[in-house]
């Protein structure tokens, strides 16, 4: 179980201050400010000037600040971990990470620039963008390069590219980036996030999608619009009869070991340590959801 929540993490484009006001009300656990995809090239020292501006007193309300910034191949990462590495971001949204290497650097620029501003070791966290064939040969390894690191996202658009086809509804093409993704995060302990949905016209879709999503084991999903967080967060989190089924095992299972029983059973079905496991992540998960909503 990931130790961060980001059931829905919300692009927002780093050029509209008109959108950036409306996503103080926007019920995204991460609020992804873009400088990247959603800003032409002649206006990115505008919006990064416009996220130093307005974001010191952006109220987060339970909710995390990032940054998506531009990959390593634009030359301009540096310049923005510059401007953007202050006391109210949370952490940084990376396009185009390629290796472990790539995580690394941003790292080891981000501990510079913590020390020289007096900021906490660790403050800056990082969010990964898988988004191409070496970045998924890499998973594991990127996942598990840093301590900063606290999710990552598939970038489907660009890995549909990175393999010569289409991006299509369904998705067969991105279904081995995405097992490998899941797969790799969990093993390292991180988040790990689905690409975004684009037809914002099919909210049936989006919903089926997510499902077949979080039955894979991801845990959030990059959204593009408001209108896609408030089920994301519905379906990434845990339902009340999961709860109270966890809640059930784990006061079965303490009772057993008060008992000093050799085996417990609950409703039927031996409780042995995975099925623990599996509900204590739930509670636990539970919990981290309840304390940040009820910051909001």
């Not at 961060?4 to 926007?26: C, H, N, Q």
């Not at 991180?190 to 999503?213: F, H, S, V």
């Not at 989190?237 to 059973?265: F, I, K, T």
């Amino acid at each position: 179980m990931a130790a961060t929540v980001m059931r829905s993490m919300l692009s927002v484009p780093g050029i509209r201050e008109r959108f950036i006001e409306k996503a103080r009300d926007a019920e995204a656990d991460v609020l992804c400010f873009d400088l990247e995809d959603s800003v032409a090239w002649d206006d990115k020292p505008a919006a990064r000037d416009l996220l130093c501006r307005v974001l010191p007193d952006f109220p987060k309300r339970g909710r995390q600040v990032f940054v998506r910034t531009n990959g390593y191949d634009t030359g301009l990462i540096e310049q923005e971990l510059d401007a953007i590495a202050q006391p109210w971001l949370d952490g940084v949204s990376v396009s185009k990470i390629e290796s472990a290497r790539d995580v690394q650097r941003i790292d080891d620029y981000l501990t510079l620039l913590e020390r020289a501003r007096g900021l906490l070791d660790g403050q800056v966290k990082i969010a990964a963008w898988i988004e191409n064939a070496h970045a998924v040969a890499n998973a594991y390894e990127i996942c598990a390069s840093s301590e900063r690191l606290v999710g990552i996202c598939v970038g489907g658009e660009d890995y549909a590219v990175s393999i010569g086809v289409r991006r299509t509804k369904g998705g067969a093409e991105l279904e081995l980036a995405r097992r490998a993704s899941v797969n790799a995060a969990h093993a390292a302990g991180i988040a790990p996030l689905d690409t975004p949905w684009t037809d914002i016209r099919d909210p049936e879709g989006y919903e089926d999608e997510l499902r077949r999503m979080k039955e894979i084991g991801f845990q959030g999903k990059f959204c593009i619009h408001p209108d896609q967080l408030g089920p994301a967060n519905r379906i990434f989190s845990p339902p009340a009869d999961d709860v109270d089924w966890a809640r059930r095992v784990v006061d079965a299972y303490q009772d057993g070991v008060e008992r000093n029983l050799g085996a417990v059973a609950l409703d039927g079905q031996m409780i042995d340590k995975p099925v623990l496991e599996q509900a204590e992540n739930v509670l636990a998960w539970s919990e981290q959801i309840a304390a940040m909503e009820s910051a909001r």
